[in-house]
T-cell receptor, first 118, second 114 residues
Framework: GAVVSQHPSWVICKSGTSVKIECRSL??????MFWYRQFPKQSLMLMAT?????????EQGVEKDKFLINHASLTLSTLTVTSAHPEDSSFYIC??????????????FGPGTRLTVL | AQSVTQLGSHVSVSEGALVLLRCNYS??????LFWYVQYPNQGLQLLLK??????LVKGINGFEAEFKKSETSFHLTKPSAHMSDAAEYFC????????????FGSGTRLSIRP
């Protein structure tokens, strides 16, 4: 149980285009999902917290107009990188908070999406 | 302020040797503590977690960690390293009422020598 998927696993795009990354909880409902960014050989940086049916909460320094987050259902959250530039190239990882009362303190992570902007 | 510190960005052990990855936390409230493992180009997999029950927590793949409040530590151990244990390991902390936000340590890369 508690499986989270991401699609695509990798994407290459041209500078100026937009890219959408999907995060799905496959066997549980997730009212809260999280989006992280990870640079090579570094830890995860929380970008935003996504709550189903409401606006995402962005961390300080993260541009909400550039990184659009939508959490339209209990099993799907999307991150859209708008007008991508080479500096947006990174590994993006989502996670979903456990849904059972005994498990809401735990985050389950997706496999990540490697974004390369040319 | 809450934080987590992993001592040693890189640890190398021989196959069959004891694995010890160190993690210390700073918190003014009781923490939840986690160890995650990340293989290259993959997401994070939960190894084990402490949520105020037993202080010695057993996880997957033979790993375990002990919560020591007096030392504010949550070190990860495995009695006998296997080649497949080579990966990046992250210690993390969250707190009740924090909306499940997790604070990650900087990570420790574990290498296994044949």
């Amino acid at each position: 149980g508690a499986v989270v998927s991401q699609h695509p696993s990798w994407v290459i795009c041209k500078s100026g285009t937009s890219v959408k990354i999907e995060c799905r909880s496959l066997d549980f409902q997730a009212t809260t999902m999280f989006w992280y960014r990870q640079f090579p050989k570094q830890s995860l940086m929380l970008m935003a917290t996504s709550n189903e049916g409401s606006k995402a909460t962005y961390e300080q320094g993260v541009e909400k107009d550039k990184f659009l987050i939508n959490h339209a259902s209990l099993t799907l959250s999307t991150l859209t990188v708008t007008s991508a530039h080479p500096e947006d190239s990174s590994f993006y990882i989502c996670s979903a908070r456990g849904s059972r009362t005994s498990d809401t303190d735990t985050q389950y992570f997706g496999p990540g999406t490697r974004l390369t902007v040319l | 302020a809450q934080s987590v510190t992993q001592l040693g960005s890189h640890v190398s052990v021989s196959e069959g040797a004891l694995v010890l990855l160190r993690c210390n936390y700073s918190s003014s409230v009781p923490p939840y503590l986690f160890w995650y493992v990340q293989y290259p180009n993959q997401g994070l997999q939960l190894l084990l977690k402490y949520t105020s029950a037993a202080t010695l927590v057993k996880g997957i793949n033979g790993f375990e960690a002990e919560f020591k409040k007096s030392e504010t530590s949550f070190h990860l151990t495995k009695p006998s390293a296997h080649m497949s244990d080579a990966a990046e390991y992250f210690c993390a902390v969250s707190f009740r009422g924090s909306a499940s936000k997790i604070i990650f340590g900087s990570g420790t890369r574990l290498s296994i020598r044949p």
